[in-house]
């Protein structure tokens, strides 16, 4: 490309400004560059409309020429303000400013700096060809700190075409219509509302007559997308107005259902719950249903268990349903397990060998007997001595799965001597012995043993009188003893008890039963009549 020195100061140390590119020189020069035309020397706009502006733009930098350090040099860094000056009313120029580089009184020959553009326009209203001149003016601070200015020019041509009759302004703005998507549209999807754009002014559209737009797709819901005014402008600089349409945003993701369960265990049979709380995502439709709730937990049996929070727990406003949720959690008893102890009914003989039966079971509802408890057992009973007794199965005995111990739990049972008589001379079985008022009768029995003299129960024996039965059979004592204080013996040879019974003589013409209670809680009894 020709490029156009113009050198307006001769001297080597002289500064100048200097338009276009090339060339050697001593100076330092402000180079004007034509961006349109290739000789920026002169440029030409062409042929324009009466009236209708026309513009080229030129870069205008500082060239460095020479060594001097002296006045004809801009300062490092100084800052060059540019200004423009024109021979024709019909011509503007802009300026501006440019700051050098720092070394720049060190740089060498064409060294430049940055560039500043400026606009040359013409507005003519009158018809034939026309020239004017746009002279620029640079200045700023020499190394001395004093102020110098460096100038240069370009020479611009037009032809102006025929000015009759105005051309008509355009002041009718674009249109532009925008389209939003018609059906729904995901939330979180990407989406484009489409634009076009019309010029019913005539002077025609700058730049692209349609397009897209992406449209906010983050929340549910009715949504509207806009284009801005301005986005279309045409060739007289008219801008559309802000044009919008709605659109709808749909989802479907589900809400959330957080299920919880008690963590502690729940005790059979109680009235217990899990709670849920429901959520829908940021964004979303937000909930049409309650946003928590509890759901009855089953406790009727013993053991782990889950509850189920069903689909559709939640609803959002999309429609979308929850699925389905759960969470475990474990029933637990406090019943503890029963054991129930049997002793025999019948007495037990002084010495024998004798048991008590237990059987254990877990009341219904309950966790069941525990593996390695029993579930029934035998307990020996002591019969070392005689009188009512007790026997316990200790607590603890058994336990269930839930950790419940069985409790302690007795039964009675009695132990009594091993009992034989009464020997003659008394006779047993519903007979009737007859014997003197007044006389001594030996009781004899037998116990299998000596159980010791304080065998007879405290206010034992006793006589309890009666009629006389008619008919019955009477047996007469063979055997009595000398009169004196009734007493108690033992006969280790015949192994028998004797207890000297003391009749009275008033019960002379009387009948009786006679009871001997021993300390065993067992009576034993004979029947007598007494004679004068």
């Not at 276009?20 to 062409?46: K, P, R, W």
């Not at 060190?106 to 500043?116: C, D, E, H, T």
């Not at 737009?213 to 997308?225: K, Q």
């Not at 001597?417 to 047993?428: E, H, K, Q, S």
Request: aromatic share 6%.
């Amino acid at each position: 490309m020709k490029r156009w020195q113009s050198t307006l100061a001769g001297a080597a140390t002289a500064a100048a400004l200097i338009v276009g590119g090339g060339g050697i020189a001593y100076a330092d020069n402000l180079v004007v560059v034509d961006t349109l035309q290739a000789d920026v020397s002169s440029i030409s706009l062409g042929s324009i409309a009466c009236g209708t502006p026309a513009s080229a733009s030129v870069d205008l930098r500082m060239k460095r020429n020479g060594s001097d350090e002296g006045k004809n040099a801009f300062a490092d860094s100084a800052v060059v303000t540019l200004s423009a000056s024109t021979t024709e009313a019909e011509l503007s120029a802009g300026g501006g400013q440019l700051v050098l580089p720092s070394n720049w009184e060190a740089l060498g020959n064409n060294a430049l700096s940055a560039a500043v553009k400026s606009t040359i326009s013409v507005t003519s209203n009158v018809a034939g060809p026309h020239s004017g001149t746009v002279t620029y003016s640079a200045a700023g601070l020499n190394t001395d700190g004093n102020t110098i200015t460096r100038t240069d020019s370009v020479g611009v041509t037009w032809t102006t075409l025929s000015c009759g009759a105005p051309t008509p302004v355009d002041t009718i703005a674009p249109v532009v219509v925008l389209t939003c998507p018609a059906g729904l549209v995901e939330r979180g999807s990407s989406a484009v509302a489409t634009w076009v754009a019309s010029d019913a002014g005539g002077s025609g559209l700058v730049g692209a007559a349609s397009g897209t737009l992406a449209v906010d797709t983050s929340a549910y819901g009715p949504a509207s997308a806009v284009a801005v005014a301005g986005l279309v402008k045409d060739l007289a600089g008219n801008p559309s107005a802000e044009a919008s349409c709605s659109y709808f945003v749909t989802e479907h993701t589900p809400p959330v259902v957080v299920l919880t369960c008690p963590t502690e265990k729940v005790l059979l049979g109680s009235d217990a719950e899990a709670t849920w709380v429901a959520t829908d995502e940021a964004g979303g439709s937000g909930l049409a249903t309650a946003a928590s709730g509890t759901v009855p937990l089953d406790t009727d049996t013993y053991g782990p268990a889950t509850v189920v929070a069903p689909a559709g727990t939640a609803v959002d406003n999309a429609g979308n349903a929850s699925v389905e949720v759960e969470c475990d959690y474990f029933v637990t008893e406090h019943t503890p397990p029963v054991v129930d102890l049997v002793c025999p009914a019948s007495p037990l003989l002084l010495g024998s060998f004798g048991e008590a039966t237990w059987t254990a079971y877990d009341p219904i509802p309950g966790s069941g007997i525990a593996d390695g408890f029993p579930t029934s057992g035998s307990i020996m009973l002591d019969t070392s001595g005689v009188g009512s007794k007790t026997a316990t199965v200790a607590a603890g005995t058994v336990q269930d799965n839930a950790g419940n111990t069985s409790l302690a739990v007795e039964c009675d049972y009695s132990v009594v001597y091993d009992f034989a008589g009464f020997f003659r001379p008394v006779d047993m079985g519903g007979v009737v012995n007859s014997v003197k008022a007044g006389s001594a009768v030996p009781i004899k029995f037998s116990l299998h043993g000596n159980q010791g003299l304080d065998i007879v129960a405290a206010g034992s024996p006793t006589l309890t009188l009666t009629a006389c039965t008619a008919g019955a059979s009477v047996d007469a004592i063979e055997e009595t003893v000398t009169a004196g204080g009734s007493t108690l013996t033992y006969d280790a040879v015949t192994d028998q008890y004797v207890y000297v019974w003391k009749t009275v003589k008033t019960w002379s013409g009387k009948c009786g039963t006679f009871a001997l209670t021993l300390d065993d809680g067992t009576t034993h009894t004979a029947k007598f009549s007494f004679t004068k």
